[in-house]
């Protein structure tokens, strides 16, 4: 839970000290503006919380559902609709003409100007995908299609959907291990029409990393835009060079608001890896304090930690199945065709999917679950079943 709390905080004060610091020619504030925005999140906050509402409630990736949701989210947030620019023409879209083809709205919009967007708002799909790296990478993918024609921005949202992944799991990761980790998957796992150009970028990185090269040389070879080449290589650096200090999350934060460039998109991306890294213990007690949004990521925090505490504990499913009622089904094909019982007469619920079914008989439940939930990621995918169940 605590790298769950310091991932999504860390993206939102990202956001929240980025957005009022972008370069003039995208934001035109002065410092008295600065102050008395600093602590406001704006759209990305509001697309990520959207995205992982949508997850927690379908219990797999929807396109339907996340634009759904997101679209929800847009028209109940009046004061910051401002902040979505040409995002606006797509989400009214979703709106007004449901697409059959959901990404049929970003193909007709040239976003190019936001393009890099996409991968500051995924945070949630690590967290909730936890282990599950190929379903992560591919919902990664489609949720970015969703605003962005670019296959670069859906590239480099996977990129930083990885870049999460990794420290989520390996903590004790070195920076250098975290980045010659990230240029292999740039190498092998990314979409072939533009892994050469982000291997190269993250080699550059790497190479800058290892002879500790003053971090203003690599800003200035890769650039600090909105381009998903600049701002995705350059937040994975700020949260790797942050990493070498006692005061991880504070230097990762700093390195990102001297950028000069996208500070918000950069300051999203490197603070959400970087409290991952080292959890919401980590972010000094000056930087808790009073900001927009914060008592909604707690709660989503709480929300995808139970999720997933549930899903992959090892004696989760089954140990629910303490006082299964019947003999047939029994515990161990229940929990094999990823479902819970929950202790309310034989009434089931699946992690996946979130379908409840009751009123069981002899027979095979996986059968069942596929007649009444086909949509189901694990009737999909047999594949998505836990390595942690077992027969009983």
Same mark, same amino acid.
């Given at each position: ?124 799909? %690590? ?86 090269? %003053? ?17 995705? %290589? ?82 989760? %499913? ?75």
């Amino acid at each position: 839970m605590d790298q769950y709390k310091g991932c999504l905080l860390g993206a939102l004060i990202g956001e929240c000290i980025g957005t009022p610091l972008r370069r003039p020619t995208s934001c035109h504030m002065n410092l008295a503006g600065v102050r008395s925005k600093v602590s406001t999140y704006w759209e990305k906050f509001l697309i990520t919380h959207a995205y992982a509402k949508s997850l927690l409630d379908t219990g797999f990736f929807s396109m339907e559902n996340a634009a759904r949701q997101c679209s929800q989210t847009f028209y109940h947030n009046h004061t910051k609709r401002q902040a979505f620019g040409e995002l606006t023409t797509i989400i009214a879209s979703w709106k007004h003409s449901p697409q059959k083809d959901w990404t049929a709205a970003a193909m007709t919009v040239r976003n190019r100007g936001t393009e890099c967007n996409a991968a500051t708002w995924i945070t949630a799909f %690590p967290l909730y995908f936890y282990n599950r790296t190929e379903q992560m990478s591919f919902s990664v993918d489609r949720v970015a299609r969703l605003t962005h024609s670019s296959n670069e921005a859906a590239a480099g949202a996977q990129l930083q959907a990885y870049a999460i992944s990794l420290v989520l799991k390996n903590p004790q990761l070195t920076e250098l291990e975290f980045l010659s980790a990230l240029v292999e998957y740039s190498n092998k796992s990314l979409p072939e029409c533009v892994r050469e150009k982000f291997y190269t970028r993250m080699m550059i990185v790497l190479d800058y990393a290892q002879r500790a090269e %003053p971090k203003e040389k690599l800003f200035k070879a890769i650039g600090v835009g909105t381009s998903p080449l600049e701002a995705v %290589p350059v937040a994975v650096y700020c949260a790797a060079i942050g990493r070498r200090s006692s005061y991880s999350f504070e230097s990762t934060l700093h390195a990102t608001m001297l950028t000069g460039g996208c500070t918000d998109a950069i300051g999203i991306m490197a603070c959400a890896i970087a409290g991952a890294w080292s959890g919401f213990s980590s972010i000094p007690a000056d930087l808790v304090g009073n900001w927009d949004g914060q008592e909604q990521v707690y709660a989503l925090a709480e929300e995808l930690g139970n999720y997933v505490s549930k899903l992959h504990n090892p004696d989760g %499913p089954l140990s629910t199945f303490a006082n299964w009622p019947h003999l047939l089904p029994s515990a161990g094909a229940m929990a094999r065709t990823g479902l819970y019982y929950t202790g309310s007469d034989d009434t089931v619920k699946c992690h996946y999917c979130r379908f409840t079914m009751s009123n069981w008989t002899p027979g095979d439940p996986y059968n069942d679950h596929q007649k009444f939930n086909r949509n189901c990621i694990f009737v999909k995918d047999c594949t998505a079943t836990p390595a942690y169940v077992h027969a009983a």
